[in-house]
């Protein structure tokens, strides 16, 4: 189901007939894509996927070392689990360990830090659109 929901985005987004009915067809595809172009691709919650299907780790160890760290690829990997990024990419002896180029922990997004950046984007657009700002909202 998940390679079905990837499929979708793929094609939505990049508007690619693409179907991937395995985690290989993906990583072959994404490998095929960036012989032309240099491409990003970000894995939101990556933990979850190898919580999923957990021979996605392996395959992606594999392909990563034999092909797609030559290729014009950033992968970018994200995951809310702190604990389970580690187990799969940061400890010794996990299976992506020494593949990252950078690490990078974001914390929690505070609440007012929130709130000022939604006031300021709610002030340009009424700039842009002529209409009266409501300060201290």
Known sequence: QFLELLSKEVKT???SPSSFK???DFLEFIAARSDNDKIVVVLDEFQRIASIDTSW???LQHVWDETLRHKNILLILTGSSIGMMRKIAFDMHAPLYLRASKRQL???LKYFDAR????????LWEKKHNKTSTKGN
């Open 106 to 108: 974001i914390t929690s």
């Open 116 to 123: 000022r950046m939604f006031r300021r984007d709610n002030e």
């Open 22 to 24: 395995t985690w290989d």
């Open 13 to 15: 987004q990049l508007s």
């Open 57 to 59: 780790i392996t395959r």
